[in-house]
């Protein structure tokens, strides 16, 4: 159980980090840390996603579904936007 929450605590710090950097108003040497932190931090958790992926293959499924959908929508959308300005 500690392994797991080693896993998400990871990817965890790596969302943090990143919510941090792009949406709060840090400048300087303090930005170019998190940037440091981010890179260093995103790379380990990819790490971690793909153990994730290999110790339980059938999650990601539902993860391709998802991305899947959104990305037919998204065309969907575009093509009758662009009927409609012609």
């Known amino acids: 159980m500690g392994e797991r929450t080693n896993r998400m605590g990871l990817i965890a710090f790596f ?8 949406w709060l108003p840090i400048r300087g040497g303090l930005k170019t840390f998190l940037l440091v932190l981010i890179m260093v931090s995103g790379w380990l958790s990819i790490f971690e996603l793909v ?32 009927k409609k300005s012609v």
């Open 51 to 82: 153990s994730i992926l290999e110790a339980r293959p059938w999650v990601i499924a539902p993860i391709l579904i998802i991305v899947g959908s959104v990305i037919w929508k998204v065309q969907r959308d575009r093509k009758q936007e662009l």
């Open 15 to 22: 969302l943090v980090t990143l919510f941090v950097y792009f």
